[in-house]
């Protein structure tokens, strides 16, 4: 148990729908990830939180937006969504400055798919 | 951008056989991780692993980072290790992101 948890495990829903992915870092870990894993794209980054505000942006649409509360919990909220979003959604955390040399430790996932 | 290449891309052992499972990347990098993903999905951490050499009961990992590449080798290999084994890096000209590898999928039978 990495101590990074996601909710939910498993969410099904149809294209055009909107969902929140949740995920709580480690205890301390001030910097929060997404990533998304897909059988096409491989595992890629989305989006790196630190204390509340964004630091890094990678691959995500624009229909994709997320955002870290002061609790530091983070949620990935995908809109409109499309066939080609289903894919497993992974949050990860990393404590001390959230600089590019620490750790990075994952949670569970959300399995995401659009019928 | 920074290129990970691992190989092999698959891997088929019987129990007890030894592997080394090897990662290239083609910049300098701040960050190498190894994971392994179980067949439910869950990326588990394996090593941090910059430079120099690790173990951890029958995995061990050696990253030479002025040569760019990084070995993970199992020991003793048992039906469990079955899965995928992914080495990420972050590079240091770039970024905190962790940029994975399309991974090795092992397969251990008994």
């Known amino acids: 148990d990495s101590g990074v948890t996601q909710t939910p495990k498993h969410l099904i829903t149809a294209t055009g729908q909107r969902v929140t992915l949740r995920c709580s870092p480690r205890s301390g870990d001030l910097s929060v990830y997404w990533y998304q894993q897909s059988l096409d794209q491989g595992l890629q980054f989305l989006i790196h939180?630190?204390?509340?505000?964004?630091?890094a942006k990678g691959n995500i649409l624009e229909r994709f937006s997320a955002q870290q509360f002061p609790d530091l919990h983070s949620e990935l909220n995908l809109s409109s969504l499309e066939l080609g979003d289903s894919a497993l959604y992974f949050c990860a955390s990393s404590g001390d400055a959230g600089g590019p040399i620490i750790e990075q430790f994952f949670g569970p996932g959300t399995r995401l798919t659009v019928l | 951008g920074i290129q990970v290449e691992q190989s092999p891309p698959d891997l088929i052992l019987q129990e007890g056989a030894n592997s080394t499972l090897r990662c290239n990347f083609s910049d300098s990098v701040n960050n190498l991780q190894w994971f392994h993903q179980n067949p439910w999905g869950q990326l588990i951490n394996l090593f941090y692993i910059p430079s120099g050499t690790k173990q951890n009961g029958r995995l061990s990992a050696t990253t030479v980072a002025t040569e760019r590449y990084s070995l993970l080798y199992i020991s003793s290999s048992q039906t469990t290790d079955s899965g995928v084994y992914f080495c990420a890096v972050v590079p240091r000209r770039a970024g905190t992101a962790l940029i994975f590898g399309k991974g090795t999928t092992l397969s251990v039978s008994s």
């Open positions: 939180y630190y204390n509340g505000e964004e630091r």
